[in-house]
């Protein structure tokens, strides 16, 4: 039988039955679901940030029915936002009439920043320019694994840029950085090449560190969704309002993005990649132009369908950093990818998935229905609800439309006064 990560009712399952299905999805041994269960150890935290005195848990939901490139994925998520692990696995099984995503990305380089202090910028930019060859061999010879792989430093550019304190000559690394982040490797390069750059200029360099608006290693994902599966063709003009008020408009934008990065952030933080990094570039990406627009785009095709693009700057790694900890590890397992490549083109797809249920949720229903049943028992939990009082307080709740936690105090109140 061929691999689906089609798995139907997979929401009504017990967290047990969730796991095995998983398991046997990702072909997880015994050892490796345990660990995933029992999440990050003392030992393993004290190894990777300082002054550790606990953990602390998220949890890890899956996301099922992703077809991207022909390929089956179950997608795990670390999230606390209730609805987007719902949200993403609805959206990729209404993607998946016309085959699903097709994803693609450029290659994995990343920018490092040298900042020289000069009086004569323009002399400065010659003499770096003319010393290239030996800037990028001695860049190189700081990671020969990762030029073995076919990465290293590939060119270099100086930009003149004004500043309160006269031009400064930037030089920009670029490094193909295969399937790691990156952030170390460039940085160490950068560091290395510092005294050819002061020499040749006979300048003092300042700064030297990877910029986070990684414009030359995105990744791009588009899909086609029939406008059967959306609800018909009023929820596709809705939806093609809704993106095209968030195109036009900042204040939406900014949401809309927010709305994609629920689930390429979740997928980030389950596979031990820097969240802040990718996060960061996606908003200095998004504002490029001088003018803040949205990642992803949305339109009506000619046979009445939906079609969704999205691009992005996306910094992710398999190897290095904390993608080496055992329950990231065990992540990537899960999803099955073999590069960083493969991984943002992942990510992508889930984040345009993601941005669909959105603004089909908020152009149809308006967003706070999907919420509604968890928000109730998290109100619920902060009342001081246990065990059954939660689900069957949330539900009065729901039904009341009533949802706040006086609410909740008085309907607990009542049950302990009635047993
Ligand atoms: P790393 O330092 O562990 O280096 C990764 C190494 O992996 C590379 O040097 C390369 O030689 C090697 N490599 C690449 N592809 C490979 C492959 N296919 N097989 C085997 N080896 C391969 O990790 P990194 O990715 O350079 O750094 C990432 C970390 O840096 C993240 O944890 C990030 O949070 C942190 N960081 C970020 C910033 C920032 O974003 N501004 C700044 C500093 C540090």
């Not at 050892?31 to 890890?60: H, S």
């Not at 992508?348 to 908020?362: D, H, I």
């Not at 539900?395 to 439309?401: A, P």
Request: positive net charge.
């Amino acid at each position: 039988m061929e691999k689906t990560s089609q798995v139907s009712g997979y929401y009504k399952l017990k967290r047990e039955e969730r796991l095995a299905k998983v398991k046997e999805f990702a072909g997880l041994t015994d050892d490796e679901a345990k660990m995933l269960e029992a999440g990050l150890g003392f030992e393993q935290a004290e190894k990777m940030v300082e002054n550790v005195v606990a953990t602390f848990r998220l949890p890890l939901g899956i996301a099922v029915n992703f077809l991207i490139n022909g390929k089956e994925y179950m997608v795990p998520m670390a999230t606390e936002e209730t609805s987007v692990v719902a949200a993403a696995s609805n959206a990729a099984k209404m993607c998946r009439a016309f085959g699903g995503f097709k994803a693609s990305s450029t290659d994995p380089i990343m920018i490092g920043q040298i900042q020289l202090l000069t009086k004569d910028a323009k002399k400065a930019k010659k003499a770096i320019e003319d010393n290239k060859k030996k800037i990028l061999e001695t860049a190189n010879a700081k990671d020969p694994r990762l030029v073995s792989l076919g990465g290293g430093a590939k060119d270099l550019e100086v930009r003149i840029i004004k500043t309160g304190r006269g031009e400064m000559a930037i030089t920009h690394l670029f490094v193909d950085v295969r399937d790691a982040m990156g952030a170390n490797a460039v940085n160490t390069m950068c560091e290395a090449v510092t005294p050819l750059i002061e020499d040749a200029t006979g300048d003092k360099t300042l700064l030297k560190i990877i910029s986070n608006l990684a414009d030359r290693r995105r990744a791009m994902a588009e899909v086609t969704v029939s406008s059967e599966e959306l609800g018909g063709a009023a929820v596709v003009d809705a939806i093609v309002n809704a993106y095209e008020f968030a195109a036009a408009d900042p204040y939406r934008a900014v949401t809309h993005n927010k709305g994609a990065m629920n689930g390429i952030t979740a997928v980030i933080i389950a596979t031990g990649n820097d969240s802040r990094a990718v996060e960061a570039g996606v908003h200095a990406y998004a504002s490029i132009t001088g003018r803040y627009k949205t990642i992803t785009s949305w339109e009506k095709d000619g046979k009445g369908n939906l079609h969704g693009k999205i691009e992005l700057p996306l910094a992710v790694g398999i190897v290095g950093g904390a993608t080496m900890n055992p329950s990231a590890k065990i992540n990537q397992k899960i999803l099955g990818v073999k590069s960083a490549k493969e991984l943002s083109e992942v990510m992508a797809s889930v984040g345009l998935a993601q941005n669909l249920a959105a603004l089909r949720a908020l152009s149809t229903e308006g967003i706070q229905r999907g919420h509604m049943s968890l928000h109730a028992k998290n109100i619920a939990m902060m009342a001081g609800a246990s065990g059954k009082d939660i689900d069957e307080i949330a539900d009065v709740m729901v039904k009341e439309k009533n949802i706040n936690v006086d609410r909740a105090k008085k309907l607990l109140d009542e049950r302990k006064r009635s047993r």
